[in-house]
């Protein structure tokens, strides 16, 4: 874990700022937060789900963060919350700022013509910014970024090491893009004539609004014609693929591993489980919720949970199941067969 | 959008290069491509699937590209192709050339001994190119690549930034590899001993013939002692995994997430959806058609398209339909107990 | 394949250094290793799978590794092991050792205040190492690498070109990291207040123990509050995806394409297939197999194999089968209603 911050903050601080009903001393001080089962008296932990409650029992936190209905599960100083789990996000992050970064552009980084950094910014270094780009205020660019000609990064947006982001991509405010994350790569157009591919170009652009995270080595393709389009706060993990001239909705968040194909339509507030992929051209409304490795073929207009896992089980009860997993239409002939002559024999009963 | 085209072509042009039947002006001039919904009259449109027929009554485009069959089906002026996507696609190479690269080693790159660099290439900020690499005429280098030890590059082939290509491996002609791409990283050849795994050393290349492309994040393994082998033609998406010894044959494509096991040999023409998975050691024909998502187990000896889709549905009907899908032998059972059954009492029957 | 090394072991020395018992005149001298297929005077080959047993017959090699039972199934040069694949593995190490890399550190690099850099390690051109990170005797920081801010490296680990290291994370001795993985960036950790997304900090570190490797493109979270750990002798393959506070016992092997979702515990001596997906919380045995594609939703507390798969079908049978698969409930249903039908017509024979 990273080191205690300096000072810390007092409960009574804490309640000030986030509101919530303090029980306990509000001079004790709060250096890290820590989870129950590690917490020392210097940390605060929180219980958001109920499974770990018994933890509390042993917990030597300095304070807890809980809901209001767990008021007497403990006697430990805390703080109740009608949501304990965001509550705790933003104690952390009051704890663990970003890391501030100096101001500058370092002098092997490359910045093209026509390009302006704003003194409030960084460049890291072996960083390229191409021509024509636009870098917002504190704006940073991480070490070995490329950032193509006519890129347009907000304020406060912060590209870790090692991210591409092709020519002419628009990235909003406070967008954060872990490394290896490539924006704007061309989408997989191809025609075919005589049995061999025909390169479509890729003219359209990636667009990502305000507040949006990117994992790492997570790809999102510039468009065929018009442009990709992510929304405000989205959220997206690592590793996925967003194809071209996806629309994501505002405030949807994906899991490692997704794969969302060429102008599906996702709507706002959905959550995609990991491993999920979602076909091309559909369109899913807003709170919806993909399962984890659920595969979305057909466009969903209710908002809901979807699911189309295959349950694992030991090997070789699987082998004797699998057998009849591509036999179902067999089976269910049989069994209208069945039902007829059944149906006949109650006829012919005496 | 990206800006469109300074000058333009006329249509009278676009057919005499590309032939089709032009009906209406020859002397119209277009710009740029677009969608049926959003062109302008400097733009030319196209119709490709049918159920966007009815775009084509509002459409504002200077003209369209659009079957034969179609020819009655507006009035704009009109190009006739057979396969007016392809033709589209030539339309905009023609109106979006590759941006052409102004050639020379960037001061700031690296090219280590026995390499030498044609005057027509270009090699980027922060590029690194080994020991006696083979750079060809007009191939670019991007920004902060690995180009290895004695790696060939054959002409006009586009390396874009961050893409990192091991020693001696081979890419051929009009090859573009999208960022983040990884060709010739070791294959996973491990044995087991006591418990432990020792590494199997990856002597193998990865070779790349002409005019493949290889999408963001891709990565294709080096062989473990003879080579992977990607033919010409070949079109990889972002994010798919070639593991060693696979032999992929000309002219197939693959979409995004999709992963290829060790040794899998795949023919020529074949597509592969989205995330689907080929089993290692196997054959899959020329002409084969795998769908998204389907998990590839045995070999493929016949063309044809191959599907294992578990359908989604929402959750609740999932959880009921789910507890049987790990019990069909039971069910299976249950149904030939019946069948005999009801024989029995067939036979009986008074 | 790669050239063969220069001078050769003799087959008396290989003995002599790995055992076995040799067959043959101990004064062939091998320079390479070669599939059965290919291999000439000067190389040596194995069988590990009776498979390719028929391949001896016609096999030009100088020598073979073949387990003790194929004693008589060849007249060639032999030396009989236990493990033919292990024994192959050990002399192809020895026949291909990891090229040396001259120390030093590049003078493009950059290295920030307080890291020093051992005369025995290297440092490639535009990597990036910063303040107070700690590097172990021979270890090789490739090109372009990116290690941050008090990272450790231990001895004679190798980071090919193109990794990135977020800060504080540590990594173990002879580790290889491959192109393009990430290792620290932020878990996937999120708060939902009011429909938005509030981050979690995620204040733990990546732990990598010794002996680890880990493939191209493959990405492991930090920690949120704890650390994410990989204990010694863990095989990950490419584009893999290991989330936050992961705990992968030693010795475990994952193919490409695998995710492990936030906090699972995996056991020691694991292996998981391709693309399998392991859900967050879990706890897996030690000495469990998961296969390809397998979704494992639930923890696994005994040894043995677990398999999820829905087999493949010519898409044409998919589609009649498919429809069933979706009601199975009705089809238990029907069987439960035949059933008592049955009964009662049993019940009432004359």
């Known amino acids: 874990m990273s080191r205690d911050s300096q000072t810390g903050y007092r409960l009574g601080e804490i309640v000030e700022r986030f509101g919530g009903e303090l029980i306990g001393d509000a001079n004790i001080v709060i250096k890290q937060v820590a989870p129950l089962s590690t917490a020392q008296p210097e940390h605060i932990s929180f219980l958001a789900n109920t499974k770990y409650r018994h933890q509390m029992q042993t917990c030597r936190a300095g304070a807890l963060i809980i809901a209001v209905a767990e008021r007497d599960a403990t006697t430990l100083p805390r703080i109740l919350s009608n949501n304990p789990y965001a509550y705790f996000a933003k104690v952390s992050a009051l704890l663990n700022p ?48 490329y ?10 947006s912060l590209l870790y090491p090692h991210v591409t982001v092709y020519h002419d991509c628009v990235i909003g405010s406070r967008v954060v893009l872990h490394s290896g994350s490539v924006i704007g790569a061309d989408g ?36 065929a014609l018009d442009d990709t389009i992510i929304e405000e706060g989205v959220k997206l993990d690592n590793q996925i693929q967003i194809a071209h001239n996806v629309h994501i909705g505002a405030h949807t968040a994906m899991a ?37 490795g659920t595969l979305i073929t057909k466009s969903i207009v209710k908002p809901g949970e979807y699911t189309s896992v295959m349950p694992f089980s030991a090997h070789q009860d699987w082998l004797k199941n699998a057998a009849h997993l591509r036999h179902l239409d067999k089976m269910a002939e049989k069994l209208a067969e069945l039902e007829r002559k059944i149906s006949e024999l109650e006829r012919n009963k005496p």
Chains 1, 2, 3 share one sequence.
């Open 98 to 145: 970003r890391h501030t970064e100096e101001p500058g552009i370092h002098p092997t980084s490359v910045i093209d013509v026509g390009t302006t950094i704003p003194d409030s910014a960084k460049v890291g270094a072996f960083a390229f910014v191409g021509k024509s780009a636009r870098i917002g205020e504190r704006a940073v660019i991480g070490v070995g970024c």
């Open 147 to 156: 950032v193509g000609d006519g890129v347009e990064i907000g304020e406060d």
């Open 256 to 292: 490692g591993c997704v794969g969302v194909a060429g102008s599906a339509k996702i709507g706002r507030h959905c959550t995609v489980g990991g491993a999920a992929m979602i076909l091309g051209h559909l369109e899913i409304a807003d709170h919806v919720n993909i399962s984890t």
């Open 188 to 223: 997989f157009g191809l025609a075919k004539e005589d049995g061999r591919w025909i390169k479509v170009p890729q003219i359209g652009r990636v667009i990502i609004a305000d507040d949006v995270e990117i994992g790492a080595n997570t790809t999102v393709d510039r468009g």
